[in-house]
């Protein structure tokens, strides 16, 4: 059966941990294993990356496959359209339905990012341009980020976690940070998930009007009552720091007044940039951040370049991960049809 | 000698056979062979695409050579100059007469995609950045489409209908269809003429105004003469569907009103989009297309979706008959001379 | 010790001959070696790129490397902070801070371009993207042109003037030519060094106003001075090409005008652009120039197409130097650390 790669929902805990520990022999690994040789797999880009698109370079790379990098909609292809039975007179030149499909036949895996649009929840969170490559694709789908969920950046993100403690009992903090736009909730999102899968006492800190979509805080709730561990909501900092074990420092926007960015009066940045004051009140934590981060407003100097930052080691897993989730994916596939089999199927 | 892939003109059909025949062999080889070892190739991109960039890269890695994607004039590279003797004030940063022969001394082949300006059909004719990169290059150029034709696209074309059909004989049809700009003619140029080419019996079906360019309609009607072929031009659909055996549905600018969007009329529309009732009085034809298409504009979801589309199929094979280029260009070519030999010859 | 190759002060000629030595080598080489093998190494692009790209991707590939091309800033990347202690509220995303030493925990080797800014000299002669690079980086960092200097170019030169005659007593003009825009001054302060590095005779014919940064003059005086050849400024042309061997064309900016655009007055560009009438002044000198170059601007046809020209031969070195640093910086550089090595190291 076809398998993707695209939702934490679609997985169990002991999936995910098995996926880690690949990542962690890789990440030990001299020995060069190319399981990947001959495939090649295109990355497509609705929106700007760095951490993502070098890691599933240099892993594709690295396990002996070819990757290539389309940015979609710039950057040299045109834009895709991905609502069924659309007239197509506007700017998109292709939909989805012939271009999954075509990249389908020259390669053996697609990645996708794409952002909200930041219009519409409703609409964004159907998240219709990684549903129509999940739709149509007749090869593995990886989601480079969407607009509910950042699955690869929660398996680096918990692989940095299991390096410095077991997971399990241990206190998790989301806090939520300033910024000068409304971000994604996709990092915010599966950072909690996974850490609810991994039997975390989650707390989530952010300000009225930024509460997570209710549908993920459903299996949150869920995943921690499964575990025995406890869920906590809040707007009390810096007090929600006090006796944490992992810090998870992070600005999204508002359902509520959706798009809008969040204030920029500088009572309310102070109060919520994390600094090195509120590090001290948690227990020894760790501070982790998916990257990019922008200092001084979602996070002091004093707290990346200070004994909590885990940040560059968070991001070295996402090389590690990304090649455990290319092996999870594509190592074990079936040889693909050859196109006389593809036609005698029909 | 130096050989290059620019033009269907300077091939033959036994030719172009030959090289689909290899594309075949390749479509269903499941052995690995090098020939590209340790040669890299520049394909270079004056104008957006993706199954040429994605075709392209994939069989050049996957015949072991190198692959760059450069997008000249975006994305990181100026514009170019081509024409000779031009004072170089304006925004074109570099001469072809330069970027050509030094892309040359690091690559051992290029590949070029230079759209028509849209301003003057006796200018883009000429083709100016196609003919500069013949003229200055030290190595084969495969022409990736240019003002006057797409030879990449059908070869894809004509290995397409031979998987289906013995063309000699056969019915082609040619449809014009409303587009919301005026679009290059590279394509319907160069279906035509392979179908001619190939023995087929032609219909070019299109509204007054939109007669392809004179010199290309030579051919055309040379080739059919020579194989007892018919050609026909009408604007009556949808009675010039009757008894085809292909359908090629292309969109393409008037060269009468050069650069100018098609009328936006919804009769006009409704009478030339390619819609299942016009199928249906075809004779159980394959509907083409070279992709991307614009959707209910183009052609209705109802052909596109049903059992007469062989889109996916047709670009599938860009990847072979990318690869079967290459080996015709490059797989025999003689090693490249050494600085040593160069300068030894001057 | 952790290599770069950033600045041509950095190393002492016979240091930088021995580099050249290798790359001659390495052109003249048909075997095989891939030193860079399971190497990936990231080209970072603030601005945009040819030669530089595609001599280090050809490079790196042809020495079993995986190279990355990224454009910071734009083509799918955001914009990049530099300054220490900035609160990131404005255009930039990501500090380096953490982009640097994360691409070297992905990467085994960095390059950057970065140009000035064109409106402070003080500060863009800082090179603040490069000085981050070298300050964060834990990999080889290689300057593929910064405000100061292009050393990868200058490499390239010499190699090319080496060729032809040995450098030590010939007379080397850098003669200075008009455009429309204020250039970068690395090429010609790289091209001035190395010259008097390799012990040639310097003149430096430009307009008043138009000399090069007294730190780069004071080291080229100090070059000329300990291998006993002449150096002269002056505006006199065509004088100052009597008696050259090399003449190296090229424009660049002011620092008194700083940003400005050279006078297009019709008479001041004619007595600048370099013409045949003044290479025939010259002693049988060759003709050399970086590229990219505006034809009957900077030079006219009669010298680029004449028998002077060794500007694609120079190009060309371009591809056999990024051959021979990536060797000097990561042939013989200790395997990477283990990240169980790294958090041992803490």
Request: with cysteine; charged share 20%.
């Given at each position: 059966?076809?398998?993707?790669?695209?939702?934490l929902?679609?997985?169990?805990?002991?999936?995910?941990?098995?996926?880690?520990?690949?990542?962690?022999?890789?990440?030990?690994?001299?020995?060069?294993v190319?399981?990947?040789?001959?495939?090649?797999?295109?990355?497509?880009?609705?929106?700007?990356?760095?951490?993502?698109?070098?890691?599933?370079?240099?892993?594709t790379?690295?396990?002996?496959?070819h990757?290539?990098?389309?940015?979609?909609?710039?950057?040299g292809?045109?834009?895709?359209?991905?609502?069924?039975?659309?007239?197509?007179?506007?700017?998109?030149?292709?939909?989805?339905?012939?271009?999954?499909?075509?990249?389908?036949?020259?390669c053996?895996?697609?990645?996708?990012?794409?952002?909200?649009t930041?219009?519409?929840?409703?609409?964004?969170?159907?998240?219709?341009?990684?549903a129509?490559?999940?739709?149509?694709?007749?090869v593995?789908?990886?989601?480079m980020?969407?607009?509910?969920g950042h699955?690869?950046?929660?398996?680096?993100?918990?692989?940095?976690?299991?390096?410095?403690?077991?997971p399990?009992?241990?206190?998790f903090?989301?806090?939520?940070a300033?910024?000068i736009?409304?971000?994604?909730?996709?990092?915010?999102?599966?950072?909690?998930e996974?850490?609810?899968?991994?039997?975390?006492?989650?707390t989530?800190?952010?300000?009225?009007?930024?509460?997570?979509?209710?549908?993920?805080?459903a299996?949150?709730k869920?995943?921690?009552?499964?575990?025995?561990?406890?869920?906590?909501?809040?707007?009390?900092?810096?007090?929600?720091?006090?006796?944490?074990?992992?810090?998870y420092?992070k600005?999204?926007?508002?359902?509520?007044?959706?798009?809008?960015?969040?204030?920029s009066?500088?009572?309310?940045?102070?109060?919520?940039?994390?600094?090195?004051?509120?590090?001290?009140?948690?227990?020894?934590?760790?501070f982790?951040?998916?990257l990019p981060?922008?200092?001084?407003?979602?996070?002091d100097?004093?707290?990346l370049?200070?004994?909590?930052s885990?940040?560059?080691?968070?991001?070295?897993?996402?090389?590690?991960?990304?090649?455990?989730?290319?092996?999870?994916?594509?190592?074990s596939?079936?040889?693909r049809?050859?196109a006389?089999?593809?036609r005698?199927?029909?």
């Amino acid at each position: 059966m076809l398998k993707h790669f695209t939702h934490l929902k679609d997985f169990t805990i002991d999936e995910l941990n098995r996926i880690i520990d690949s990542a962690s022999d890789l990440k030990k690994s001299t020995h060069a294993v190319l399981p990947l040789a001959g495939k090649s797999l295109a990355f497509c880009f609705m929106n700007p990356s760095l951490r993502t698109q070098v890691s599933f370079s240099v892993a594709t790379n690295a396990l002996g496959g070819h990757p290539l990098i389309l940015n979609l909609g710039s950057g040299g292809t045109w834009g895709m359209e991905s609502v069924e039975g659309a007239v197509m007179d506007g700017t998109a030149a292709e939909h989805l339905k012939e271009a999954v499909p075509v990249l389908g036949r020259m390669c053996q895996g697609l990645g996708l990012r794409s952002f909200p649009t930041g219009k519409s929840w409703a609409e964004d969170r159907n998240e219709p341009a990684l549903a129509a490559f999940i739709k149509y694709s007749t090869v593995p789908v990886i989601n480079m980020e969407s607009a509910s969920g950042h699955p690869c950046q929660a398996l680096a993100d918990l692989m940095t976690i299991r390096e410095r403690m077991p997971p399990k009992g241990k206190n998790f903090l989301l806090s939520w940070a300033p910024h000068i736009k409304a971000l994604p909730m996709a990092v915010p999102n599966s950072s909690v998930e996974i850490a609810s899968m991994a039997g975390m006492n989650v707390t989530i800190a952010r300000p009225e009007g930024y509460d997570l979509d209710p549908e993920v805080m459903a299996r949150v709730k869920k995943n921690c009552a499964m575990n025995g561990s406890t869920l906590r909501v809040t707007d009390k900092v810096p007090q929600a720091f006090d006796g944490q074990h992992v810090v998870y420092g992070k600005s999204w926007g508002s359902i509520a007044n959706y798009g809008q960015a969040p204030s920029s009066d500088p009572a309310f940045r102070k109060k919520w940039t994390i600094s090195a004051a509120k590090m001290k009140r948690a227990d020894k934590a760790i501070f982790m951040h998916c990257l990019p981060v922008r200092r001084n407003l979602v996070v002091d100097d004093a707290v990346l370049d200070g004994p909590w930052s885990v940040v560059v080691d968070e991001a070295e897993n996402r090389l590690h991960t990304a090649k455990a989730v290319l092996m999870y994916l594509l190592a074990s596939q079936p040889k693909r049809m050859t196109a006389a089999a593809r036609r005698h199927r029909k």
